[in-house]
RNA sequence: GCGCCAGUAGCUCAGCUGGAUAGAGCAACGGAUUUCUAAUCCGUAGGUCCUAGGUUCGAAUCCUAGCUGGCGUACCA
């Protein structure tokens, strides 16, 4: 929609060019730089869309902006009122242009939707284009809990609008499942086993356990309950034993959380047992960026804006989860994609830089790589936050939280903020049925719309051809309001995109949502006007396929009844 | 110390790349239901946009300094 005002401007100016207007030519060059901008203004006296543009240029050449604004227009009415799309350009306040537009454009719009149905609103920005998107990738030593779940919807909703965007989208995982981790891990599997043989608790949860780690969480226990391993085996080989019951209910958890199925699992053993991480090392060193000090190898990261060096192989020989990293990223690239998008919690932010370095030393674009920050999660019950940590084992589950308060809710919560926003999950607002839960709202307007839809069945009444229906049936302020709304669907997925915030469609959804509810309850759909009736029925069922694409995307239930 | 994120209505937050009179929900107050679902709608009230400078036609938005809160800054994972 908003991208058809911008081409008739662009043509607009490309017929300027033509003309040899010298102001002209000035003007074109400098819209190389700036971006033309159209706005959907606040105050619809102001227009359907309007730009700024007249103002940047005026800066830029020093002509008043009120008479590079007459020039435009005067061009682009010429141009396009045989089209039928713009209607009428306004110059006002400082030198805003204002475009109207008619309103059949929104009707077209609107038909376009009925025809589409479960299409409608997919793009072609994405195609020939492919992107990997990681997300989650939590260790496999505990549970989920409700930071993974913000990460986890992230993920998932990003990479369903990238797919609707016509991308190529691979959604990975990559699991830790090899070094000192494993071994802690596969020492406490035992330590349980061996204790429950005996029909007690094992020692390290009471005593205190000076220089050994354990994993205290009471989930270790059912773990441990589900391995068959010898008890002689090392410790090794019971922590990944123990990791591989521990992932098989992180599986089901993001499964019962609506989480769709990974494309890849990428394995940090994997990245040994096949030489990808000897053979970064190998290249590192080749171009000189690896030194040995004090006993150990460093990564010269501050060579490639980082700012310090980093430490790839500890002075005891171990190699640290960088150096991992750093060849799962080169795997990411070798499989020559055009975007790489890791989603990591906030507390990793200090990690961006080192890997961006180590992706550009490598020989990649780090400009296609980029990392999305998830702020933390603060859980708060009864107005207190609710303490966490995972090694202590005190934390509570992604799969309790959605327990209580829904699968639905619990998407939604996550999705209704920016993704770098701190985020306060209230689990007593989450159990309200109110519009502090506006999740509600939106379904709410698609099952009053299956309602309408049944009821019109039931008085036996059948819909008219689209072409039959008339505009002028639909007039009143709410009616257009929503057909401009339904209209931006496409744009919205599109900003989504371009962005990486999926939380733009679910303030979209919830606008779209607030313009139906107005709507149904300024006009009554089904009356003994026929013409009104069927107009009023296409445009509740083209709000219900806007709403119902959305809502698939966010993996949002889309109920017919409430 | 350095870096990242934030500070906007009583509360939770929007405000897109600098744009027109700073918005929404909740809470408060007043109204709407013989009607396709009131989990809804309409209205009223509510503001030192953390502070101080700067940039310009124009700043909540950009720059500088400061204050407050969260997180990071490991040869941890």
Known sequence: ??????????????????????????????LGTIDISLEVPKDDKHGDFATNLAMLVAKKIKVRPHDIAKNLITQVLDINKKEELI?????????????????????????????????????????????????????????????????AVIGDVLSSIFT????????????NDRGNQMN????????????????EKPAF???SSEGESWYKGAYMEDVSQGIQTNLEEEDFHWGLAAADVILEKIKNDLAYFGVKPFDAWLSERHLYDSGDVAEVVDTLRKKGLIIKKEGAEWFLSSEMGDDA????????????????????HDFKFQTGCDQVIDIWGADHHGYIARVKGAVQALGHDPKQMSVILCQLVRLMRSGEPVPMSTRSGEFIELRTIIEEVGKDVARFFFLMRKV???????????????????????????????????????????????????????????????????????????????????????????????????????CRVITSDSEKTQARFALARATKHVLK?????????APLKM
């Open 309 to 328: 060096d980093r430490v790839l192989k500890k002075s005891n020989g171990e190699w640290t989860y960088l150096t991992a990293d750093i060849a799962l």
């Open 1 to 30: 929609m908003i991208s058809i005002v911008k081409k008739a401007l662009l043509r607009t100016i490309e017929a300027l060019k033509k003309d040899g207007d010298e102001e002209a030519l000035l003007l074109l060059n400098d």
């Open 420 to 522: 770098d926003a701190h985020l306060d999950f209230d689990l007593d607002v989450a159990k309200k049925q109110s519009m502090d839960n506006p999740v509600y709202y939106i379904q709410y307007a698609h099952a009053r719309i299956c309602n309408i839809e049944s009821v019109f069945d039931e008085e036996g009444l059948t819909q008219s051809s689209l072409k039959d229906i008339l505009l002028e049936e639909l007039s009143c302020k709410e009616e257009v309001f929503l057909m401009k709304k339904l209209s931006r669907f496409q744009e919205v997925i599109e900003i989504c995109v371009i962005s990486q915030e999926p939380y733009y469609l679910t303030v979209y959804l919830r606008e779209v949502a607030a313009s139906f509810h107005s709507f149904y309850r300024k």
């Open 87 to 151: 209607e009428k350009v306004e110059i006002a306040g400082p030198g805003f242009i204002n475009f109207f537009i008619f309103k059949k454009v929104y009707k077209d719009e609107m038909f376009r939707i009925l025809t589409k149905k479960e299409d409608y609103g997919k793009s072609d920005i994405g195609s020939e284009k492919k992107v990997r998107i990681e997300f989650v990738s939590a260790n496999p030593t505990g549970p989920l809990h409700v930071g993974h779940g913000r990460g």
């Open 205 to 207: 949860l009471t005593k």
């Open 549 to 557: 694409n959305g809502l698939e995307i966010l993996g949002l239930s």
């Open 164 to 175: 609707f965007a016509g991308y190529d989208v691979v959604r990975e995982y990559y699991l």
């Open 184 to 199: 802690i891990l596969g020492r406490t599997a035992r330590e349980w086993k061996k204790a429950l043989g005996q029909g």
